[in-house]
Nanobody, 126 residues
């Protein structure tokens, strides 16, 4: 049974940092690219970042590039999202997702991801 479990969310103030973690099980972690998405109430799910199976390449949504960093530890079957300079507009539920494949071509489309976690809430107060 494939499981993705996010953690690290919380209530922070403008300018603070958070590091989200996503621990996976039930899949061969190195066979998957990993991504992070977020969804605010009443909004569509939004792509944030993705990383190849070996961590060799990452892509970002322009609005978070330079503030957010995706990384992975294949020995721990875990993907991370370091978020710096948080703003109230970053308030959302954050999800990690797994995209089967070892291609260097990363996807920013949610429908192409095969497995999802339940999310972790991030709230940024002004």
């Amino acid at each position: 049974q494939v499981q993705l479990v996010e953690s690290g969310g919380g209530l922070v103030h403008t300018g603070d940092s958070l590091r989200l973690s996503c621990v996976t099980s039930g899949l061969t972690f190195t066979s998957y690219a990993m991504g992070w998405f977020r969804q605010a109430p009443g909004e569509e799910r939004e792509f944030l970042a993705a990383i190849t199976w070996n961590g060799g390449k990452a892509i970002y949504q322009p609005s978070v590039k330079g503030r957010f960093t995706i990384s992975r530890d294949n020995a721990k079957n875990t993907v991370y999202l370091q978020m710096n300079g948080l703003k109230p507009d970053d308030t959302a539920r954050y999800y990690c997702a797994a995209d089967r494949g070892t291609s260097p071509l990363l996807s920013d489309y949610a429908y192409e991801y095969d497995a999802w976690g339940q999310g972790t809430q991030v709230t940024v107060s002004s």
